[in-house]
T-cell receptor
Framework: DSGVTQTPKHLITATGQRVTLRCSPR?????VYWYQQSLDQGLQFLIQ???????AKGNILERFSAQQFPDLHSELNLSSLELGDSALYFC??????????????FGNGTRLTVT | AQSVTQPDIHITVSEGASLELRCNYS??????LFWYVQSPGQGLQLLLK??????LVQGIKGFEAEFKRSQSSFNLRKPSVHWSDAAEYFC????????????FGKGTKLSVKP
């Protein structure tokens, strides 16, 4: 058990809809990372928050947004969903600001299916 | 641009046989290198990491990896594979000052024959 909790585990929704994925980091971790995993693209970094502030942005679409709350949990909002957004979305947390500086602890992911 | 290549999409080995999973990276500076494992239905778990120093690093579950700068490689090895090692393995690279995120390879799926 990594200590990172993601909810829900599965989400099925229709095109054009909006969903929110939630992540509770491991106790004591200040950084939260969001990754998208698909068969064709592999594991793609979306965005990182550190102690409530956005720190790094990767290949995140404008239709997607995220935030980290004062209690350090994070939410990833996906809107105007398209079929191609179907993927496994992982949250990871770490103690440090930089991913290379301390291990990333991954949640079990949220599987999003857009129909 | 940084990149990580895992040339083998799928590898099958017999239980008890040795294993080597390949990883090549493209990077300008000294990389920080990682191997993660993902079991079915689970998130990724760190196996080992290389930051500096001894180029042969030991990890959990009996895995080791060797950093070879001249070959831009960081191959993962295990002398004797167990059925429970069946999973997907990801190599990743990070860089100081790159805003901190890791670049992952596309993974190698390991199957273990009894």
């Amino acid at each position: 058990d990594s200590g990172v909790t993601q909810t829900p585990k599965h989400l099925i929704t229709a095109t054009g809809q909006r969903v929110t994925l939630r992540c509770s980091p491991r106790s004591g971790d200040l950084s939260v990372y969001w990754y998208q995993q698909s068969l064709d693209q592999g594991l793609q970094f979306l965005i990182q928050y550190y102690n409530g502030e956005e720190r790094a942005k990767g290949n995140i679409l404008e239709r997607f947004s995220a935030q980290q709350f004062p209690d350090l949990h994070s939410e990833l909002n996906l809107s105007s969903l398209e079929l191609g957004d179907s993927a496994l979305y992982f949250c990871a947390s770490s103690v440090a600001k930089e991913a290379y500086n301390s291990p990333l602890h991954f949640g079990n992911g949220t599987r999003l299916t857009v129909t | 641009a940084q990149s990580v290549t895992q040339p083998d999409i799928h590898i099958t080995v017999s239980e008890g046989a040795s294993l080597e999973l390949r990883c090549n990276y493209s990077y300008g500076a000294t990389p920080y290198l990682f191997w993660y494992v993902q079991s079915p239905g689970q998130g990724l778990q760190l196996l080992l990491k290389y930051f500096s120093g001894d180029t042969l690093v030991q990890g959990i579950k009996g895995f080791e990896a060797e950093f070879k700068r001249s070959q831009s490689s960081f191959n993962l090895r295990k002398p004797s594979v167990h059925w429970s090692d069946a999973a997907e393995y990801f190599c990743a690279v990070g860089e100081r000052g790159s805003q901190g995120n890791l670049i992952f390879g596309k993974g190698t799926k390991l199957s273990v024959k009894p």
